[in-house]
């Protein structure tokens, strides 16, 4: 099973940007659908962009065109780049990984962000960001 840990978090100034990383361990990404996932204080856990090795990337509205999302298999690392922050995005950010019984995301089902976050099964630690207006 895949072992996540997040690095990169920070602090920067509203229109700044950070790159999350993710180093997984204990098998490879590959198959798996892979999510970024945030928590503000006071709020629920949101979904923030998904993607799976055969799939197109997902992304919640609210960070679609800033964010981006990309894994590097041989690396077995996902990645979340950051840009044109807003306060808005302050929170702590976790990398999850899911799978189906077997190994593999689901043939049928589309790994997206609209996957929800009891599906995941691997979470790591998580990484803060806060965005300063």
């Known amino acids: 099973e895949v072992q996540p840990v997040e690095s990169g978090g920070g602090s920067v100034q509203a229109g700044g940007s950070l790159r999350l990383s993710c180093a997984a361990s204990?098998?490879?990404?590959?198959?798996?659908?892979l999510g970024w996932f945030r928590q503000a204080p006071g709020k629920e856990r949101e979904g923030v962009a998904a993607?799976?090795?055969?799939?197109?990337?997902s992304y919640a509205d609210s960070v679609k065109g800033r964010f981006t999302i990309s894994q590097n298999i041989t690396e077995n690392k996902l990645y979340l780049q950051m840009n044109s922050l807003k306060p808005d995005d302050t929170g702590m950010y976790y990398c999850?990984?899911?799978?189906?019984?077997?190994?593999?995301?689901?043939?049928?089902?589309?790994?997206?962000?609209?996957?929800?976050?009891?599906?995941?099964?691997?979470w790591g630690q998580g990484t803060q960001v806060t965005v300063s207006s």
């Open positions: 993607i799976e090795s055969s799939g197109a990337p």
């Open positions: 999850a990984a899911a799978s189906a019984p077997g190994g593999s995301w689901y043939s049928n089902i589309e790994c997206s962000v609209e996957v929800e976050s009891y599906e995941y099964s691997s």
């Open positions: 204990g098998s490879s990404i590959r198959n798996y659908c």
